[in-house]
């Protein structure tokens, strides 16, 4: 299984990115899927969630009303739409496939692969 992110970039602070997560080599639909990311120095944190209808996502605090998580099950595709964004946004971004329908804020639990990544760079 592969999980192969892309999207990022350098971006201004109150710009918009829009990150893309393709997996492949097994079937993605009844996996809820999720974002994380890392800035240096720090820990990986939870970002946003969906379960694997789409009916179902979560956010954390401090990206509710700027980040939507959506995903594209015949395309095997889950995707993150960053608005607005801020200089702390800065970070590696990394979608990971859940062991099962629902989705976990905690990344050492319950998740059965990550992508490699993509970095975000917000600038001042």
């Known amino acids: 299984v592969q999980l192969q992110a892309s999207g990022g970039g350098l971006v201004q602070a109150g710009g918009s990115l829009r990150l893309s997560c393709v997996v492949s080599?097994?079937?993605?639909?009844?996996?809820?899927m999720a974002w994380f990311r890392q800035a240096p120095g720090k820990e990986r944190e939870f970002v946003a969630g969906i379960s694997w209808t789409g009916s179902s996502t979560s956010y954390a605090d401090s990206v509710k009303g700027r980040f939507t998580v959506s995903r594209d099950n015949a395309k095997n595709t889950v995707y993150l739409q960053m608005n607005n964004l801020k200089p702390e946004d800065t970070a590696a971004y990394y979608c990971?496939?859940?062991?099962?329908?629902?989705?976990?804020?905690?990344?050492?639990?319950?998740?059965?692969?990550w992508g490699r990544g993509t970095l975000v760079t917000v600038s001042s």
């Open positions: 990971a496939m859940s062991r099962g329908s629902i989705y976990y804020t905690n990344p050492y639990y319950g998740y059965l692969h």
């Open positions: 080599g097994r079937s993605f639909s009844g996996y809820a």
